[in-house]
């Protein structure tokens, strides 16, 4: 059986829709695509009981390199850097679900519940630029899952990556949904000094209902808010990103969430339509009928208008914005906000002229 003709399967299942489980965005934990068998929950008039507590577990991956490489033409980094698989955020439009059917487990609840961890990130970093060809470029994290997702404050992993980027004088641009980050503020502030790092925080709403529905283990939005005031304060260049953006259910607030970031300080925005690749379009269809099962034939219509009748198009330079006359319209709306509100229109480069590579092994012994 091919992963589509599964996949077409489980949509036309009779299966029901169990209730939300508090604290996690997916409903569902159904087989990823590549598995040879698909688990597919059906209503056979029986009464189950409910099903057991849902625990988070972590398990140790030790990867032979650290630094991911990608040539997309639309996006602004050709590296980046991901201490772990899976997010315990769970926000129930992450685009990086599909990703844990790599991993033979599902892109619903596992994603969110059973994690990967990278202790050797910052030693493999160390390594890499190290490296005699290693020429210097901002290294992006956060881009994938997030790097101050809970289970941070227990394996300090992103901590230990900035320590050397910050030892080697290596830009980094950084993406969260976290106040945790506030915890590194040491090693960003003189970093910003240097010009050599800048954060982003995704503010998807200011709604707490739709936050702790939609993204049930990231930080409240007026947390996020706060944080990238304090950051901002410190000197810490910062964007706040509108994103995803999801027709009839967060639209509405793009001119107030832009708003309350400028008055922090903020310098930066961005924004980028709900995509739904693979898995996602399942998993976000099942979570509309769970919490707005009366909108969620409109949302996934105006969806389905941005991408040319589609659930999603992956075409580069079309699928962070979409297109149509819906997409032509937040646009406008984006653009007028943020020169309104005076937002920068020049986005900061970091400086990669102060790199310093760490000694490479057996070098430092020659040197004495």
């Not at 969430?257 to 998993?283: C, F, N, Q, S, T």
């Amino acid at each position: 059986m091919t992963a589509a003709v599964r996949i077409e399967a489980r949509r036309q299942a009779d299966r029901p829709m169990p209730p939300p489980k508090r604290g996690r965005g997916a409903q569902t934990n159904e087989s990823g695509r590549f598995e040879l068998h698909a688990y597919v929950p059906v209503d056979d008039g029986w009464s189950l009981e409910e099903p057991p507590r849902l625990n988070t577990t972590v398990t140790i991956e030790r990867p032979k390199t650290i630094i991911t490489r990608n040539d997309s033409p639309d996006i602004s980094f050709d590296r980046s850097i991901n201490p772990y698989r899976g997010c315990e955020h769970g926000c129930i439009y992450c685009f990086a679900r599909p990703t844990h059917a790599y991993m033979g487990l599902s892109p619903g609840l596992d994603f969110e519940s059973k994690l990967f961890a990278k202790p050797d990130a910052a030693s493999l970093l160390e390594k890499e630029l190290a490296a005699k060809n290693y020429v210097p470029r901002t290294i992006a994290i956060g881009t994938n899952t997030d790097p101050y997702q809970p289970i941070e404050r227990r394996h300090r992993i992103m901590r230990q990556v900035l320590e050397v980027l910050a030892r080697t004088h290596h830009p980094v641009g950084i993406v969260t949904k976290s106040s945790l980050i506030l915890r590194d503020l040491d090693l960003l502030a003189p970093m910003a000094q240097k010009g050599l790092v800048k954060v982003a925080l995704s503010v998807t709403t200011l709604d707490p209902v739709l936050a702790r529905r939609m993204e049930p283990r990231a930080s409240t939005p007026e947390k996020r808010l706060a944080t990238l005031g304090a950051l901002a304060k410190a000197g810490v260049p910062t964007c706040v990103m509108v994103a995803p953006i999801i027709p009839a259910l967060n639209d509405s607030e793009i001119e107030t969430i832009l708003a309350r970031a400028k008055a922090l300080g903020v310098r930066e925005a961005g924004y980028v339509m709900l995509r739904l690749p693979l898995e996602l379009h399942d998993l976000f269809s099942e979570w509309l009928a769970a919490h707005y099962p009366g909108k969620a034939q409109h949302v996934l219509s105006l969806v389905r208008s941005t991408r040319d009748g589609k659930i999603y198009d992956s075409t580069f330079g079309k699928r962070m914005t979409g297109s149509g006359p819906y997409a032509w319209m937040i646009g406008r709306r984006f653009e007028a906000a943020i020169k309104k509100l005076g937002f920068g229109g020049t986005k900061l480069k970091l400086r990669h002229d102060l790199f310093v590579p760490p000694a490479r092994i057996g070098e430092q012994l020659r040197l004495l």
